[in-house]
């Protein structure tokens, strides 16, 4: 048992530790990102011609009959996974930005705009979904949520903060998905162009569905 | 053969505690052949000619294996052409040219005087484990252990790095990643490594946090900067060792 705690102990406190728990819990927003993802697209089913529930009005309504013990668990248990990634990450750039000296002159290889701002664009995505929550989670009815959403978008400012925060995530998520493999040991030179590749799509296929929604209310395509 | 004249923008610091500042220096009629250090060599012959305190900066083999010469140049250590310092020739570099050329930088490089640093740090790792502790023998007759080929290329990879400290240098970080992965991963492979493997990861890493390197971003700077040709695979294979060493110490596997 000694032995399980010490372990653990220095896991957590070590550079590689630290970094693993964040690709960890990385992949687990973007296993929550796809499943939202997922539920939103429901929103072009419409709304149904004889005035019943629409699809995402009966979706959301469906998450909301959950017994409420089992949605705050979910809801608690991603915020504990955020508090780990974002808390871990700031810890770890503080320590990076402390072990500089800078040069007169930066020169750059080969590191990713999307890698160099890695901090940026996740402080965006947090103040953006601190926005998202408010706006649609706690201000909104489950039982009329495809004009809520409706309404929110058709305001320009919101569709393109919307959009703005998505374009960050895209960025976030395109050196996300492929540090997640190098970070857990599942890399090789043969491969990483493979994860590349991966990383891209993910974010074009998911950054792109995410931002259609207020493209297509913008265009009047849903209304 | 043309000559150039350039012109060079140098890190000068009297010492540790001085305040360091850029200053400029003309190179004038540098044969395209000299290596880098040579231009210095020739830059230095001038300014002690006049008087003054010559460029102080580390050099020794001047044959790219001994990994003592360092200098960033324009923003990338050793130039970014995949050679050391000393192998990087000015003909890589155009007449009329500015050259930016600076310490190694990293809070775990104590600079010492103008552009040698102190890597120290980097030996520190390898004392903490980068070592086989038993008596190994000499040289074994070929194929006397049984090791795959393509097992024993990639350690003898992993071993050609030279512990030039380009990768943290170069790191966004200062990380030291990619230095400890390629001295862990040289032993970690083979079979005479195999009894301390996981002593040696815990032991190699631990050191490496305690020194102030910072942590890795997977950016790979390291590998496109590393004169040597080291890959960031390395890395990724440190991440799996670390952890399965400590997932082996915690549940008390011994192999």
Same mark, same amino acid.
């Given at each position: 048992?000694?032995?399980?705690?010490?372990?653990?102990?220095?896991?957590?406190?070590?550079?590689?530790?630290?970094?693993?728990?964040?690709?960890?819990?990385?992949?687990?927003?973007?296993?929550?990102?796809?499943?939202?993802?997922?539920?939103?697209?429901?929103?072009?089913?419409?709304?149904?011609?004889?005035?019943?529930?629409?699809?995402?009005?009966?979706?959301?309504?469906?998450?909301?009959?959950?017994?409420?013990?089992?949605?705050?668990?979910?809801?608690?248990?991603?915020?504990?996974?955020?508090?780990?990634?974002?808390?871990?990450?700031?810890?770890?750039?503080?320590?990076?930005?402390?072990?500089?000296?800078?040069?007169?002159?930066?020169?750059?290889?080969?590191?990713?705009?999307?890698?160099?701002?890695?901090?940026?664009?996740?402080?965006?995505?947090?103040?953006?979904?601190?926005?998202?929550?408010?706006?649609?989670?706690?201000?909104?009815?489950?039982?009329?949520? !495809?004009?809520? /959403?409706?309404?929110? @978008?058709?305001?320009?400012? $919101?569709?393109? &903060?919307?959009?703005?925060?998505? +374009?960050? *995530?895209?960025?976030?998520?395109?050196?996300?998905?492929?540090?997640?493999?190098?970070?857990?040991?599942?890399?090789?030179?043969?491969?990483?162009?493979? !994860?590349?590749? /991966?990383?891209?799509? @993910?974010?074009?296929?998911? $950054?792109?569905? &995410?931002?259609?929604?207020?493209? +297509?209310? *913008?265009?009047?395509?849903?209304? | 053969?043309?000559?150039?004249?350039?012109?060079?923008?140098?890190?000068?610091?009297?010492?540790?505690?001085?305040?360091?500042?850029?200053?400029?220096?003309?190179?004038?009629?540098?044969?395209?052949?000299?290596?880098?250090?040579?231009?210095?060599?020739?830059?230095?012959?001038?300014?002690?000619?006049?008087?003054?305190?010559?460029?102080?900066?580390?050099?020794?083999?001047?044959?790219?294996?001994?990994?003592?010469?360092?200098?960033?140049?324009?923003?990338?250590?050793?130039?970014?052409?995949?050679?050391?310092?000393?192998?990087?020739?000015?003909?890589?570099?155009?007449?009329?040219?500015?050259?930016?050329?600076?310490?190694?930088?990293?809070?775990?490089?104590?600079?010492?005087?103008?552009?040698?640093?102190?890597?120290?740090?980097?030996?520190?790792?390898?004392?903490?484990?980068?070592?086989?502790?038993?008596?190994?023998?000499?040289?074994?007759?070929?194929?006397?252990?049984?090791?795959?080929?393509?097992?024993?290329?990639?350690?003898?990879?992993?071993?050609?790095?030279?512990?030039?400290?380009?990768?943290?240098?170069?790191?966004?970080?200062?990380?030291?990643?990619?230095?400890?992965?390629?001295?862990?991963?040289?032993?970690?492979?083979?079979?005479?490594?195999?009894?301390?493997?996981?002593?040696?990861?815990?032991?190699?890493?631990?050191?490496?946090?305690?020194?102030?390197?910072?942590?890795?971003?997977?950016?790979?700077?390291?590998?496109?900067?590393?004169?040597?040709?080291?890959?960031?695979?390395?890395?990724?294979?440190?991440?799996?060792?670390?952890?399965?060493?400590?997932?082996?110490?915690?549940?008390?596997?011994?192999?």
């Amino acid at each position: 048992m000694n032995d399980i705690i010490t372990t653990a102990c220095k896991f957590v406190t070590s550079s590689i530790g630290r970094k693993i728990l964040v690709a960890l819990t990385g992949m687990c927003l973007l296993l929550f990102l796809v499943g939202h993802l997922a539920g939103n697209m429901t929103i072009f089913g419409g709304l149904s011609p004889e005035g019943g529930t629409s699809w995402i009005d009966s979706y959301a309504t469906g998450l909301h009959s959950m017994p409420a013990w089992l949605l705050w668990a979910i809801r608690l248990g991603l915020l504990a996974i955020l508090l780990v990634h974002v808390g871990l990450t700031l810890i770890l750039k503080y320590e990076n930005y402390t072990a500089r000296t800078h040069y007169q002159m930066e020169g750059t290889l080969k590191a990713t705009l999307a890698s160099r701002t890695m901090v940026l664009t996740g402080v965006m995505i947090f103040a953006f979904l601190g926005f998202h929550l408010w706006q649609l989670t706690f201000n909104g009815d489950p039982h009329d949520c !495809y004009h809520h /959403i409706l309404a929110a @978008f058709q305001n320009p400012w $919101c569709s393109a &903060f919307y959009i703005v925060a998505i +374009c960050c *995530l895209f960025m976030h998520v395109r050196h996300g998905v492929q540090s997640i493999f190098q970070t857990l040991g599942l890399n090789t030179r043969k491969i990483r162009p493979l !994860y590349n590749i /991966i990383a891209i799509l @993910f974010g074009v296929v998911v $950054c792109g569905l &995410f931002i259609s929604i207020p493209v +297509c209310v *913008l265009t009047g395509i849903l209304h | 053969m043309a000559n150039l004249n350039l012109t060079l923008k140098v890190w000068r610091q009297e010492n540790a505690q001085a305040q360091g500042r850029i200053e400029t220096y003309k190179a004038t009629n540098i044969p395209d052949e000299a290596s880098f250090l040579e231009m210095l060599d020739i830059v230095n012959e001038g300014l002690v000619h006049e008087g003054k305190e010559p460029i102080h900066f580390d050099h020794d083999c001047r044959e790219g294996i001994c990994g003592m010469c360092s200098l960033t140049i324009n923003g990338v250590p050793h130039g970014g052409k995949h050679v050391t310092t000393c192998q990087l020739h000015m003909r890589q570099f155009k007449d009329g040219d500015t050259i930016w050329i600076e310490p190694f930088r990293a809070k775990a490089f104590p600079l010492l005087r103008d552009l040698m640093v102190d890597r120290t740090a980097l030996d520190n790792i390898i004392a903490a484990g980068g070592f086989v502790d038993i008596r190994t023998g000499s040289a074994p007759n070929a194929n006397n252990v049984p090791i795959r080929k393509k097992t024993a290329d990639a350690a003898f990879d992993a071993a050609a790095c030279i512990g030039c400290g380009a990768c943290v240098a170069s790191c966004k970080n200062s990380s030291a990643m990619l230095f400890t992965s390629a001295k862990a991963a040289h032993l970690n492979l083979l079979p005479q490594g195999q009894p301390e493997k996981n002593k040696r990861v815990l032991a190699m890493v631990q050191q490496m946090d305690a020194l102030g390197f910072g942590n890795c971003t997977n950016q790979y700077e390291c590998e496109a900067a590393c004169p040597k040709g080291i890959t960031v695979d390395n890395i990724a294979k440190l991440n799996r060792d670390y952890m399965i060493a400590c997932a082996s110490e915690a549940v008390g596997v011994y192999s």
